[in-house]
C-alpha cells in the first residue's frame, strides 16, 4: 500500500508565503511525474505545478512566478513553495505521484487548505 500524507496549509495574509510537503510512503519502486492540483469552492480543479523525475517542471499560468514545485527523490518527497499569496489562491491543494510499484497508479494526497486573507 502506497500512502500519500501533505503537510503545511494554513491561514495567510495577501502577500505570504506558504510551503507544502507532500511525503509517499509504502512499497514504492520509483516515482515517475509528481504534482500539485487545487480546487476552490465552485470550480474546477486545476493543475497547479508538476515535476519530473529529473526535475523538469511546468506551471499554471496563474502561479508562475511565484510557486516553485521540488521533489527529494531519496525522500519520495515534493513541495510546492507559495509566495505573494493572493485571496484566489485560496483553495484545497492536492498532491499527487505517478507511483511504479505492485499497483503502479497515481496516488492522491488526503488535501491541505491553503487560505489567503485580503
Known amino acids: 500500500q502506497v500512502q500519500l500524507v501533505e503537510s503545511g496549509g494554513g491561514l495567510v495574509e495577501a502577500g505570504g508565503s506558504l510551503r507544502l510537503s507532500c511525503a509517499a510512503s509504502g512499497r514504492i519502486f520509483t516515482i515517475n511525474d509528481m504534482g500539485w492540483y487545487r480546487q476552490a469552492p465552485g470550480k474546477q480543479r486545476e493543475l497547479v505545478a508538476v515535476?519530473?523525475?529529473?526535475?523538469?517542471?511546468n506551471y499554471a499560468d496563474s502561479v508562475k512566478g511565484r510557486f516553485t514545485i521540488s521533489r527529494d527523490n531519496t525522500k519520495n518527497t515534493v513541495y510546492l513553495q507559495m509566495n505573494s499569496l493572493k485571496p484566489e489562491d485560496t483553495a484545497v491543494h492536492y498532491c499527487?505521484?505517478?507511483?511504479?510499484?505492485?499497483?503502479?497508479?497515481?496516488?492522491w494526497g488526503q488535501g491541505t487548505q491553503v487560505t489567503v486573507s485580503s
Open positions: 515535476i519530473t523525475t529529473e526535475g523538469s517542471t
Open positions: 499527487y505521484a505517478d507511483v511504479i510499484s505492485d499497483w503502479s497508479r497515481r496516488y
